[in-house]
């Protein structure tokens, strides 16, 4: 049997004489990358936390003790150690494990999460809620470095920070959201000043410890614990640790990949790589970019996912990270249009539901000309259902003046985007995650239109004129649609549905 075999619940964990945690916590890093080798998944942030992961389990008695996540991006080792071992190739597949954390999968998931900078709000509320039923059980809010680019925590902290209730903030540095962590904060984290910082906010501040030296976290845990006041512990780790591919990615440190192999002694995505909306999106931002010098993009901690690196190295401080903070990447966006500036926003559809107010009281009221680049809408498959792009066209369609395109295929993003940037006043473009059409139109077949008859089905038919081809689409019999399929300005407007 081997050691993980045995160590599958956070007691047996804490049977285990403490020598032996070194040799479980390799075992744990072996099995993510193992299993991220074959399915996929967040491998940098999880190998980065294994040893937190370990004295948390060893210092805190979950489930009595509820462990909240951030994100749950980094909780790999903690769903292997809370029974989930034999099932973890199922991650991120249908009835799988699931990509978060999740507590329909297990008690330990104190609460589920998959969008970031929740965690000390949700960890505030079931420590007041535990408060007021008497319960002595303790709260922890795991949060990353990024997490605190983003307003929301900063909220929960200003509130825990006044509040008598003895809620552990664990502060996870690793000096990286996906990419780079930005901003001022990421700054004073790396200087002296973090201690002063968190203790005028009303925390008891405990660190900076190694996070990879159980020496020190085990004894740091086990006082934030024993505190009747609010604490923060400041853990140093290193994002990818363990992982030498990981490790030597700079970029993001293996933040998120899909399934690889070795192939001639290389580390390979087993998955071949076509061209995305998102990179069709940043390649005609960039001709946008280089053709007005007002355009400037900017991204909320995305600059990987919406495939903005290349542009971050073509226009430097024209392209803005402005860290995980959607509400402002709106609203400063807001100001940058009033300002004379084109901006071109990228969020993913699911993470721009945390900018509907900004976009409707700092955008759409005052009719500015910034062009939202929607990421991700619509299904949006493995990481499960805090990622779907489900909502946006139901509540942007809701929004006056804002003007909504939908490109089908590659070749519609530029006249798109185009004709956005053209105009006077808010705009969206909404494009799903998939991989572009190699050949061909947005048809399954090149050639041919397709057509919905009232009765039901769906037909497939030639139809040519005039040297176009032409389809119609029938949303309820008598009504249509005609698209042309050139991509053109015209078009553009056309289809801005
Ligand atoms: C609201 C929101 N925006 C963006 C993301 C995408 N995202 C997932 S993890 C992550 C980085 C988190 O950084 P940090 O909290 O420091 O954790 P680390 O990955 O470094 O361990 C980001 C931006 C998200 N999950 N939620």
Known sequence: MTLLQRVDSPEALRALPEEALPALCAALREEIVTVCGRVGGHLGASLGAVELVVALHRVFHSPKDALVFDVGHQ?????????????????????????????????????GAGHACTAVSVALGMAEAMAERG??????????????????????????????HPLVVVLNDNGMSISSNVGAVARLLKSAAARDFFEALGFTYLGPVDGHALSELLPTLAEARRARRPVLVHVRTEKGRGFLPAESDR?????????????????????????TFSEAFAEALGRAMEADARVVAVTPAMLEGSALTGLKARFGERVHDVGI??????????????????PVCLLYST?????????VHDVVLPGLPVTLAIDRAGLVGADGATHQGSYDIAWLRALPSLRLYVPV?????????????????????????GTLRQRGGCWPRPGL???????????????????????????????????????????????AW
């Open 251 to 275: 970029a993001t440190r293996g933040h998120a990949m899909g399934p690889y192999e070795w192939r001639d002694g290389k580390l390979v995505r087993s998955r071949g790589g076509h061209a």
């Open 75 to 111: 909780a790999y080792a903690h769903k292997l150690l809370t029974g989930r071992r034999g099932r973890m190739h199922t991650l991120r597949q249908e009835e799988g494990v699931a990509p978060f954390l999740d507590p329909a999968e297990s008690v330990h998931d104190a609460f």
């Open 351 to 359: 993470f721009l539901q945390r900018a509907m107010d900004q976009l």
């Open 325 to 342: 903070a959607e509400q402002h990447a709106v609203a400063f966006s807001a100001g940058l249009a009033a300002g004379g500036a084109r």
């Open 409 to 433: 295929v590659g070749a519609d993003v530029e006249p798109m985007l185009a004709t956005a940037l053209g105009g006077t006043g808010p705009a969206a473009l909404r494009f799903p995650r």
């Open 449 to 495: 239109a397709r057509r919905w008859w009232p009765s039901g089905r769906w037909r497939w038919r030639r139809w040519r004129r005039r040297g176009h081809w032409k389809a119609w689409r029938c949303w309820t019999p008598g009504w249509c649609r005609r698209w042309t399929r050139r991509p053109s300005t015209q078009r553009a407007t056309r289809a």
């Open 135 to 164: 319960s002595l059980q303790r709260v922890v809010a795991v949060v990353g470095d990024g997490g605190l680019t983003g307003g929301l925590t900063f909220e929960g902290l200003n509130n825990a920070g006044a509040s008598p």
